[in-house]
């Protein structure tokens, strides 16, 4: 473990299920965590928060947690600068605080979150 220099947990799906709701409390909403599950060749890429069903068809969702998790997923392949791309626009969007969702201050629906960090990833991407 001290090769991961505390940056890592490992745990079961149970416990860290709860360690991620308590988690989120310290950097805004549940909506920001995504995880990954990893075996020897294999991964598994995920947002922490479960369907959330009673936003079903709502359009609200904050899509961080998705969109980071396949961020991290293209590292995983080996595709870095599309990581990078994704990580450093949505840190732009929610650093602007203009196309946020409800969860972390503002009123933009999961779509417009979604396009405003697409946008900012091409740009990235074109740099």
Request: zero cysteines.
């Amino acid at each position: 473990p001290e090769q991961f220099n505390g940056a890592v947990l490992v745990s079961t799906k149970l416990v860290m299920d709860s360690i991620a709701e308590l988690a989120s409390g310290l950097v805004g909403s549940i909506g920001l965590i995504y995880s990954a599950n990893m075996g020897d060749n294999f991964a598994m890429f995920e947002a922490a928060h479960g369907s959330a069903p009673q936003f079903a068809g709502q359009n609200k969702v904050n899509p961080t947690a998705t969109v980071l998790s396949g961020a991290w997923m293209a590292e995983y392949l080996g595709e870095k600068d599309i990581r990078d791309a994704i990580f450093d626009a949505t840190y732009q969007v929610i650093n602007e605080g203009k196309t946020v969702t409800w969860d972390i201050g503002g009123n933009a629906s999961t779509t417009q979150m979604t396009d405003a960090i697409i946008t900012y990833a091409k740009d990235n991407l074109r740099k």
